[in-house]
């Protein structure tokens, strides 16, 4: 008797009698995709330019990303939103970043519709619906799409990648992580990396472990189930962390700078067709120093982060290249729907000089040459934070101008490559139809032959705004359907209608013609000002790269399209245009717990991230640990934040108590107990005294006075004259018992865990301090 089944929520087609042998079973129909269906793979790069893939005309070595490339289609006229939280939101919902309240990065959230950071339920991810159709759903990597003071353990969890559709999560929540120390999280909980730097530890190889992992469980028990898996590498954003080996296949490769670099990925380009062969290179740009007048040890330090850069994105190629081969191995290479693409233009984050610690520029702290130079051997290795200086930034976008943030075609214009052998007949390719980050979910829809549900998990669900360009596959010359894209990020402004583009920069077409830095407010009058004299016009069908402003020539072509801008703002939930940065970052946001002035720690207790962790930064406060040393003494972790690129760490080791803060690497400031800790139950103290204003501006926190104490007695004192002004890293946690990332100061090695016991930790930053006036004098006597 063959099983019988039916759809779930029909009736019971079987029989129900008063015993068995008079009644007939059915069950209820399995969910399954229909036999054959495609795999989907995406794959998505961070920062990536379109002038870095090796099959986009870079010299950049990156060989499994070209055999895509030749055995599919290459695009060359593909957007996106100028950064990564608002892209990926694009990727996976087919809605623009406005409509997915995703106007900025998540840590960027205002208090708009368009701008809050939560992704409406009513705009489906396309894990959940393929998750409805039978398939399994993996997310791996970088997320970035939770609003920020949501990725705690307190949660809510249902905008985390298992709340949004993915059944099996690996990877890290925020924007960017450690390549040795990875903030991981394995679907809804924190975990640590299984092996060390030391041991040869390294993200791309983890996850990609992970990702072969997951698809070998299901595969090996339902070899017909197709799978969808969000495939997204911390590469290439900074960190450029790579083993020296891999940066030194390209030693002395970039000597020649960024100029020469530019001129040669052009002609390769043009030699591959990938952009039109009228395109002229786009200028030199005004905030880029050229490198003739460069110092030969700019020019060694400059080279030398490019090669650490190129060695990263070959190492990451290299690692894409045993997934795509596992898929090989067992028969799904031919059949997954592979699409990969950048969510944005190569990044300027590093600075005009580049940087050691990337943090630096989130904390307004220039960068020193002479610093940098000596760091130059630790450049990818696990003691740096490191980033190239934004002349590489302007060539990882050739032919276009500018960079990510800005939407100029330097920050929206990505690589895309689409594969997939047992569906497209088309083979190494270019099409040049326009396309947008939106219009991936419609064209893998459109390819399995899905329509949008109405509903999911009983929210109705929003109109797709993308549109598909499946019809291009096999039609070089068929027509883009997607002919209006407006573009908003942090107040740079564009649109794109027809084969035009009007562009409206902020602060101006650089900062050196802007005079004023990026991230500047708009005010209403200055908006006015604004539209009225400085939107830009480019007939990008003729100028590829935007080199000829005509708007003084095409009047009236040029306030249509601005109208056009307001109309779809309206549309989109743009409004009101933001320009801020540093103050957006800094914005205050609702907490899943109210302010308060006390918080309790307990040991062991890892990943509780920034935006969740008590702020200790330019406040006077204390942390209070009740302990227990067992006999012949304890040390490690009492309570850390951070890592070696900026933090502070409250710790024993040596049998007395320290505290230390890293100032965004420059300058350690450690306080050490000038006694030894007793055996047995004690209060074990730190206490923070603001002596000073800080200047942030200018990169400097309050200075202040650093004590220690046990049992209310003042062993220790330092004054500190700078404390980290605004961000103790952008993803960094707060860590209790235990610091398992990257160590705040060299003197200890992770984990650290404290091996005596830990009751709790108390941190107070309601500036009630104790006061003890007679120790101190005794203390500035010792000292003298």
Known sequence: MSLREYKPGNTFPGIIGRTVDKSSPAWPEPLRAKEGTPNVLFIVLDDTGFGQFGCYGSPIQTPNLDALAANGLRYNNVHTTALCSPTRSCLLTGRNHHSNAMACITEGSTGYPGSNGNIPFENGFLSEILLQKGYNTYAIGKWHLTPAEQISAAGPY????????????????????????????????????????EEGYHFNEDIVDKAISFIADAKQIAPNKPFFMYFCPGAMHAPHHVPKQWADRYAGQFDDGWEAYREKVFARQKELDIIPSNTELSRHDPDVPRWGSLAADEKRLYARMMEVFAGFFTHTDYHIGRLLDFLKTIGEFENTIIMVISDNGASAEGGPKGSVNEHLFFNNIPESLAENLKALDKLGTPESFNHYAWGWTWAGNTPFRRWKR??????????????????????????????HAIDLVPTVLELLNIEPPPTIRGVTQSPIEGVSFAH????????????????????HR??????????????????????????????????TELDTHHWELYHVDEDFAENYNIAADHSPKLIEMVATWYVEA??????????????????????????????????????????????????????????????????????????????????????????????????????????????????????????????????????????????????????????????????????????????????????????????QVTVDVSGDLIQDSEAEMRMIMARQ
């Open 570 to 759: 309206g549309k989109y939930k743009v409004l009101p245009v933001d320009g801020r940065l540093i103050q957006r970052i800094a914005e205050e946001r609702p907490q899943i717990a109210p302010n308060r002035t006390s918080y309790t720690y307990y040991p062991n207790t890892q990943g509780i991230p920034a935006n969740c962790a008590v702020k200790v930064l330019n406040r006077s406060h204390s942390i209070t640990a009740e302990v227990e040393i067992p006999q012949g003494g304890a040390q490690g972790i009492l309570l850390a934040h951070g890592g070696n690129d900026t933090g502070y760490s409250f710790y024993v080791q040596g049998g007395k108590l320290h505290w230390v803060h890293n100032y965004v690497g420059r300058a350690h400031y450690h306080v050490e107990s000038l006694e030894l800790i007793p055996e047995g139950r004690h209060q074990l103290r730190f206490e923070f005294e603001v002596t000073g204003p800080p200047d942030l501006a200018k990169g400097k926190g309050t200075p202040g006075r650093a004590q220690l104490y046990i049992d209310r007695k003042l062993v220790g004192q330092i004054e500190v004259p700078v404390t980290t002004p605004l961000a103790l890293g952008v993803v960094s946690s707060l860590t209790c018992g235990i610091a398992p990332g990257s160590p705040v100061t060299p003197d200890y090695q992770p984990p650290f865990k404290f091996t005596g016991k830990l009751d």
């Open 158 to 197: 249902d905008r985390w990648p298992l709340g949004r559709g993915f059944e099996r999560f690996y990877g890290f929540l925020g924007g960017e992580t450690h390549q040795y120390y990875p903030e991981l999280v394995y679907d809804n909980h924190t975990v640590n990396p299984e092996t060390t730097p």
């Open 406 to 435: 800005e939407t100029y075609r330097g920050g929206i214009s990505d690589p895309l490559i689409i594969h997939w052998p047992k569906g497209i007949q088309a083979k190494g390719e270019i099409r040049t139809q326009y396309a």
């Open 494 to 527: 564009s649109l794109y209608h027809e084969g035009w583009r009007a562009v409206c920069p902020w602060p101006g077409p650089s900062l050196a013609e802007a005079g004023k830095p990026f991230g500047t407010p708009i005010l209403a009058e200055t908006l």
């Open 472 to 491: 291009t596959f096999d039609h070089a010359d068929a027509p883009s359907k997607h002919l209006t894209q407006y573009f908003e990020m942090m107040g």
